[in-house]
Every structure is written in structure tokens, then in C-alpha cells.
């Protein structure tokens, strides 16, 4: 069965830092990977998504994450923080073959200080 | 909005009240999904409907909890005889169905609070 690992439940950055969310994942087939954000009070909305093609994926608000099948991981990064950053992230992973249910990690909320 | 639509997006129920949440999928969608999540716990699947089946409801706990997804109408998760810890917010999510790439899109929630 599939599963995900995001280290650290809160992370801190000041705006403008670069941010660095990591996930693990574990899965007996090539997964399909994603990054949704939660503001709060609202639905989750995605960020990217991996589904084979290309190992870096780009995503909107300029967060981008890299598959890495060696290490089975897929960070997602920033290179600059925003304000309007601070959510709550979550990574998930589901089997290559659609249609089965994302498997979400626990989550990992993001402050940006001024 | 063509977006997932649940309501209601705020519900206080005393124990021992029924809990009934709803979900229109996005249109053109004809799979939903049904996840809760409690604080600091992430988001746990609990059921994925298509119309008039449901295909995977391994994450449902055993007794009081029951969703369908009628042919007409939203999909509707019933949770019988509330009690506190049902408190959660409750988000459904929807899919194309034929040739997805496991992308969900969600609703905003409903968010149960069991007095």
C-alpha cells in the first residue's frame, strides 16, 4: 500500500527565504505524486502534480518539486516566501492508474515572517 | 461556480442527531470522494463513489456512517447518532473518472461540530 512521510509538522521561514518542504513517499508502483495547499477555513486546491513525464514539475505561486525515484521523494520548493504563503501543505500520493483515492500526508503548515 | 459544491459548510449537531452532508461534483465529474480531517491528523479517506456504486469504502467506520451517490442528486455522507469525536471537517472531491491522473478537485468542506 501506498503511503506519504512529511517531516516537520510546522515550518518557519522569513519572507523572502527560500522554502523547503519535504515528503517521502512510499509505493509498490511508480506513483503519481502531488502537492495541495489549505488556507484556512477553505478547500484544498493543488499545486502541482507528477505523473511521469518530466522529474521537475513547476507549479503555481511559483513552488515547483522534484521527483526523485532514488530517494523517493518529492520536495517542494520556493526559492523566495511569501506572506501569502502561509497555508498548510499537503503531499499525496495514489497508484499509477487513476482513479484510486489520494493518500495524504499529515500535513505540514508553513509560517512566513516579516 | 463550477466547482465541487458541499453544504453546509457549517453544522452543529447534539449527540445522539443524525449528520447529513452533501456534494455536488464538478461538472462532468462523475466520481467522488469522501475524506475528514481532524486536527493535526492530515486528511483519511473514507469513501470513493460513482454514481450508484460504491467502489472503495474501506476508510468508513463500521457502524453509523453511510454515503451514497444517487443517479440524480448529490452524493450524501449520513453520519447516525453523532457523538464528539465525529467533530471534523468533512471535504468530498471530485474526478473525471476516464483517463484521470488522480487528481481530485475539492469542495470547501463541511464542517461538523457534535455538541
Known amino acids: 500500500a501506498q503511503s506519504v512521510t512529511q517531516l516537520g509538522s510546522h515550518v518557519s521561514v522569513s519572507e523572502g527565504a527560500l522554502v523547503l518542504l519535504r515528503c517521502n513517499y512510499s509505493?509498490?508502483?511508480?506513483?503519481?505524486l502531488f502537492w495541495y495547499v489549505q488556507y484556512p477555513n477553505q478547500g484544498l486546491q493543488l499545486l502541482l502534480k507528477?505523473?511521469?513525464?518530466?522529474?521537475l514539475v513547476k507549479g503555481i505561486n511559483g513552488f515547483e518539486a522534484e521527483f526523485k525515484k532514488s530517494e523517493t521523494s518529492f520536495h517542494l520548493t520556493k526559492p523566495s516566501a511569501h506572506m501569502s504563503d502561509a497555508a498548510e501543505y499537503f503531499c499525496?500520493?495514489?497508484?499509477?492508474?487513476?482513479?484510486?483515492?489520494?493518500?495524504f500526508g499529515k500535513g505540514t503548515r508553513l509560517s512566513v515572517i516579516a | 461556480n463550477a466547482g465541487v459544491m458541499q453544504n453546509p459548510r457549517h453544522l452543529v449537531r447534539r449527540r445522539g442527531q443524525e449528520a447529513r452532508l452533501r456534494c455536488s461534483p464538478m461538472?462532468?465529474?462523475?466520481?467522488v470522494y469522501w475524506y475528514r480531517q481532524l486536527p493535526e491528523e492530515g486528511l483519511k479517506f473514507m469513501v470513493y463513489?460513482?454514481?450508484?456504486?460504491?467502489?472503495?469504502e474501506s476508510g468508513m467506520p463500521k457502524e453509523r456512517f453511510s454515503a451514497e451517490f444517487p443517479k440524480e442528486g448529490p452524493s450524501i455522507l449520513r453520519i447516525q447518532q453523532v457523538v464528539r469525536g465525529d467533530s471534523a471537517a468533512y471535504f468530498c472531491?471530485?474526478?473525471?473518472?476516464?483517463?484521470?491522473?488522480?487528481?481530485?478537485?475539492f469542495g470547501e468542506g463541511s464542517r461538523l461540530t457534535v455538541l
Open positions: 463513489l460513482q454514481k450508484e456504486n460504491i467502489i472503495d
Open positions: 461538472k462532468g465529474h462523475s466520481h
Open positions: 509505493s509498490s508502483v511508480p506513483p503519481y
Open positions: 472531491a471530485s474526478s473525471p473518472g476516464a483517463e484521470n491522473t488522480g487528481e481530485l478537485f
Open positions: 507528477y505523473t511521469s513525464a518530466a522529474t
Open positions: 499525496a500520493v495514489s497508484l499509477n492508474s487513476g482513479n484510486t483515492p489520494l493518500v
